[in-house]
């Protein structure tokens, strides 16, 4: 999985992958999604030789490497997002916000009541 990169076509607005060949060097593909097919797709980087396993139509570890990367990408993205929001959870004026706003929630509920 060490030999997956993630990269963008800011032109079409997606991710892929370039896989590293671990049978021939210096050989890459690109995992791309086919919107076409609704599949995962191995196309040769540049101009080089197409991948064997995909031309017969077979799984290969190819496909599984890029959806382990964006798998390991999602989570790391997740953790990121979870840690901005402790640390501002964590600050005395979110902390003070957020009293005020039970404060308000409270004190509506028990006029309700009356």
């Known amino acids: 999985m060490g030999?997956?990169?993630r990269q963008v076509d800011?032109?079409?607005h997606t991710a892929y992958y370039l896989i590293a060949s671990a049978t021939t060097p210096g050989v890459s593909y690109e995992?791309?999604?086919n919107r076409?097919?609704?599949?995962?797709q191995c196309l040769p980087q540049l101009d080089g030789p197409p991948?064997?396993?995909s031309a017969q139509g077979l799984t290969y570890w190819h496909k599984r490497s890029a959806l382990c990367r964006e798998a390991e990408y999602a989570i790391l993205k997740l953790a990121a997002?979870?840690?901005?929001?402790?640390?501002?959870e964590a600050t005395p004026e979110?902390?003070?916000?957020?009293?005020?706003?039970t404060l308000e929630v409270a004190s509506r509920r028990l006029h309700q009541a009356a």
Do not use: G, I, N
């Open 31 to 33: 995992v791309r999604f």
């Open 94 to 101: 979110y902390q003070q916000e957020q009293l005020e706003f």
């Open 3 to 5: 030999k997956a990169t």
């Open 10 to 12: 800011t032109e079409a």
């Open 36 to 40: 076409q097919y609704h599949c995962l």
């Open 81 to 88: 997002k979870q840690a901005e929001q402790f640390e501002v």
């Open 51 to 53: 991948c064997q396993a």
